[in-house]
Nanobody, 122 residues
Framework: VQLQASGGGVVQAGGSLRLSCTAAGRTFSNYNLGWFRQAPGKEREFVAVISSEGTRQAIADSLKGRFTIFRDNAKNTVYLQMNSLESEDTAVYYC????????????????WGRGTLVTVSS
């Protein structure tokens, strides 16, 4: 699976941004799709994951209420909607694909896309 994330940019604190990740290659709908992020000087952290059918999701506890994940299998795309953005959300965001069910650990993912940079200005 080849993954390509997009939608990053500069946004003011309190604003919203929607990231997209489009897949090519193996059957997109077979995979759970996740988002991770890595801020400067920090380790990569789990953000959200959605099941292959799109019926189950998991969001990092600290992001619940602000971030949502959804997918459109007809478009081979998974989205991350980010609202009420804070400066602490500044990071490179990565999408990844896994055959496992709702993994929250990076090592459980088999495929990774290049990241997209999100910068939240205060």
């Amino acid at each position: 699976v080849q993954l390509q994330a997009s939608g990053g940019g500069v946004v003011q604190a309190g604003g919203s941004l929607r990231l997209s990740c489009t897949a090519a290659g193996r059957t997109f709908s077979n995979y759970n799709l996740g988002w991770f992020r890595q801020a400067p000087g920090k380790e990569r952290e789990f953000v959200a994951v959605i099941s292959s059918e799109g019926t189950r999701q998991a969001i990092a506890d600290s992001l619940k209420g602000r971030f949502t994940i959804f997918r459109d299998n007809a478009k081979n795309t998974v989205y991350l909607q980010m609202n009420s953005l804070e400066s602490e959300d500044t990071a490179v965001y990565y999408c990844a694909a896994a055959a496992l069910f709702l993994p929250t650990i990076a090592t459980r993912y088999s495929y990774w896309g290049r990241g997209t940079l999100v910068t939240v200005s205060s």
